[in-house]
């Protein structure tokens, strides 16, 4: 009977740190990488929103050194909690991390060949996770759906991007 317990309860934790490892990577690397890089820098600006770049080039498929910077600045946010996570549920940690990395392949390269099924798009938009589709659309306009894996980071991200471009226009001034 206790071993079931056991069971049950590390499955659970694991759960948790799946679930605490993508939101918070999410939440840093939105606020403090992907929109203050929208503000101040040129760096993802170019290379995840270059005109002359296919979508599906993006980070996954090239070996360009930017695009790989890019994503591991990115990526660093999920890597920071690892000593913290893993005394609580390795498994949930290598999981998590697993996780995280085949959202960024399938919002990249499924979209334009393969819409995403419309039950899954439903079970996405129950959940907020961000589906292709929406990822899509910030490639397309950098001003829209931001929270590369969580759609609730989207309004927070705006307000904090209008936020940060009236301080650069003020400290331009
Ligand atoms: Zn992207
Ligand atoms: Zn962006």
């Known amino acids: 009977?206790?071993?079931?317990?056991?069971?049950?309860?590390?499955?659970?934790?694991?759960?948790?740190?799946?679930?605490?490892?993508?939101?918070?990577?999410?939440?840093?690397?939105?606020?403090?990488?992907?929109?203050?890089?929208h503000v101040f820098g040129k760096f993802h600006i170019l290379v995840h929103h270059g005109k002359n770049r296919s979508f599906l080039h993006y980070a996954v498929l090239t070996k360009n050194p930017l695009v790989l910077l890019d994503g591991i600045l990115g990526a660093l946010p999920y890597f920071v909690f690892i000593p913290w996570f893993w005394r609580i549920s390795p498994v949930g940690t290598i999981l998590g991390l697993f996780l995280g990395e085949l959202h960024v392949v399938w919002r990249h390269v499924f979209v334009l060949k393969y819409p995403t099924h419309r039950l899954i798009q439903k079970i996405c938009r129950f959940f907020f996770i961000t589906t292709p589709e929406i990822h899509f659309q910030h490639h397309q306009n950098a001003m829209v759906a931001?929270?590369?894996?969580?759609?609730?980071?989207?309004?927070?991200?705006?307000?904090?991007?209008?936020?940060?471009?009236?301080?650069?226009?003020?400290?331009?001034?």
């Open 146 to 173: 931001y929270g590369d894996i969580f759609t609730f980071f989207d309004r927070p991200a705006r307000i904090w991007l209008n936020f940060l471009k009236s301080v650069s226009v003020q400290t331009v001034r």
């Open 1 to 37: 009977m206790s071993i079931i317990v056991d069971i049950i309860s590390s499955g659970l934790l694991a759960l948790l740190v799946v679930f605490l490892l993508l939101l918070l990577g999410d939440f840093l690397s939105t606020f403090l990488y992907h929109v203050p890089e």
